[in-house]
T-cell receptor, first 117, second 114 residues
Framework: DGGITQSPKYLFRKEGQNVTLSCEQN?????MYWYRQDPGQGLRLIYY???????QKGDIAEGYSVSREKKESFPLTVTSAQKNPTAFYLC????????????????FGAGTRLSVL | GQQVMQIPQYQHVQEGEDFTTYCNSS?????IQWYKQRPGGHPVFLIQ?????EVKKQKRLTFQFGEAKKNSSLHITATQTTDVGTYFC??????????????FGAGTRLAVHP
């Protein structure tokens, strides 16, 4: 069953703690993304990766870090430097650019809800 | 930088009424996509429009891409309670030689009253 798996579904962070959100995909997509969604808001891009061992900052990268050691995996670490981490975090992967009839279509995981204790 | 504006932010309708959400980009887009997010869920891809003036239909949903490829709309005819959710547009602007990431609008939240 192909798709994107995010874990955990819910996560609680203590002050000063780093936490890591997992994202795994078996769609064989090169590109992967992390978005943050605040209540009633749209999607803001945190980081994206077009290929293994390469990633780029999005619009709100401060306080976050990522790695892309494997094509299937794109974990996100919310560091203690992120002072307002409470949000819904969505991971996505996308179809290739230039794909006829379906370029850059994003497939999302079910998300992780992060709260601060 | 590039922006994608979406209106309205919220829309409440009675079941059976029509609904429309509009999306406007500050720059010309190579394509536009629409996603639906049910309450508590994650965004799910609905459709992609590529051609100037393109119109596509999915049952009661009609999607349009403007002639200038800077605006788009989603129209739902005779809404049902299953249409409840937030509808996002997302624009892709082509930059030769560069990476083209999607820019999401803020979404329109639709509530349908039975």
């Amino acid at each position: 069953d192909g798709g994107i798996t995010q874990s955990p579904k819910y996560l609680f962070r203590k002050e000063g703690q780093n936490v890591t959100l997992s994202c795994e995909q078996n769609l064989n997509h090169d590109a992967m993304y992390w978005y943050r969604q605040d209540p009633g808001q749209g999607l803001r891009l945190i980081y994206y990766s077009q290929i293994v061992n390469d990633f780029q900052k999005g619009d709100i990268a401060e306080g976050y870090s990522v790695s892309r050691e494997k094509k299937e995996s794109f974990p996100l670490t919310v560091t203690s430097a992120q002072k307002n981490p409470t949000a819904f975090y969505l991971c996505a992967s996308s179809t290739p650019e230039g794909l006829a009839g379906g370029a850059n279509i994003q497939y999302f995981g079910a998300g992780t809800r992060l709260s601060v204790l | 930088g590039q922006q994608v504006m979406q209106i309205p932010q919220y829309q409440h309708v009675q079941e059976g009424e029509d609904f429309t959400t509009y999306c406007n980009s500050s720059t010309t887009l190579s394509n536009i996509q629409w996603y639906k997010q049910r309450p508590g869920g994650h965004p799910v891809f609905l459709i992609q429009l590529v051609k100037s003036g393109e119109v596509k239909k999915q049952k009661r949903l009609t999607f349009q891409f403007g002639e200038a490829k800077k605006n788009s709309s989603l129209h739902i005819t005779a809404t049902q309670t299953t249409d409840v959710g937030t509808y996002f547009c997302a624009g892709l602007s082509g930059r030769p030689g560069g990476y083209n990431k999607l820019i999401f609008g803020a979404g329109t939240r639709l509530a349908v009253h039975p």
